[in-house]
Every structure is written in C-alpha cells, then in structure tokens.
C-alpha cells in the first residue's frame, strides 16, 4: 500500500507561481511512477505531468513550458512548480503514483491517489 500527501495548494494571482509536492510512503519510492493530475468543477479529471522512476518527464500540452515535474528521492517527495498560472489552471490537484510501471501517461492514471490540494487562480 502506497500513500501519498500533498501540500502547497492555495490562492494566487494569475500569472504567480506555486509549488506542489507529494510525500510518499514506501521504501521503493524509487521505483514508482509518479504524477499529478487535477479537476475543476464540473470536469473530468485530467492529466497534468508525470515523471518516471527514472526521472523521465512528460507534459500535458496545456501546461507545458509553464510547469516542471520533479522529484527528490532521498525524501520520497514530487514536486510540481507552477508558473505564468492562469484562471483556468484552478483545480484540485491529484498525486497519482503506480509501482509497477515505468510512466504514467494520459488516460492511464496509477493506482494510487492523494486526497487532493486546492489550487485557485484568481483574475
């Protein structure tokens, strides 16, 4: 069993910045799959980015060149840093993690869930 707690959710102008993180529990954090995903009110909930056991990114295109996707293995803890965020960037956001596979990618979140961090952009 894999848990995992996000922080660093609030309210931010449009065009500021935040950071998101993910603390995971396990001794193999090193060998999950991680990613973020989020859902605004009345949506689906979507992907955002993903990083591979391996450090590998990858990007939803409407976040891409604006967010980065990292993690810090000693402290078993993903990040998402959040720049030039925009009103339609509001969401809760999602950690998602999988430990048998290499990547998460769009449409096939991994097993695991947080219990989400607001995120609101205001105009």
């Known amino acids: 069993q894999v848990q995992l707690v996000e922080s660093g959710g609030g309210l931010v102008q449009a065009g500021g910045s935040l950071r998101l993180s993910c603390a995971a529990s396990g001794r193999t954090f090193s060998t999950y799959a991680m990613g973020w995903f989020r859902q605004a009110p009345g949506k689906e909930r979507e992907f955002v980015a993903s990083i591979s056991w391996s450090g590998s990114p990858k990007y939803a295109d409407s976040v891409k060149s604006r967010f980065t996707i990292s993690r810090e293995y000693g402290k078993s803890t993903m990040y998402l840093q959040m720049n030039s965020l925009k009103p339609e960037d509001t969401a809760v956001y999602y950690c998602?993690?999988?430990?048998?596979?290499?990547?998460?990618?769009?449409?096939?979140?991994?097993?695991?869930w947080g219990q989400g961090t607001q995120v609101t952009v205001s105009s």
């Open positions: 998602n993690a999988d430990r048998t596979r290499r990547m998460i990618v769009p449409g096939q979140a991994g097993e695991y």
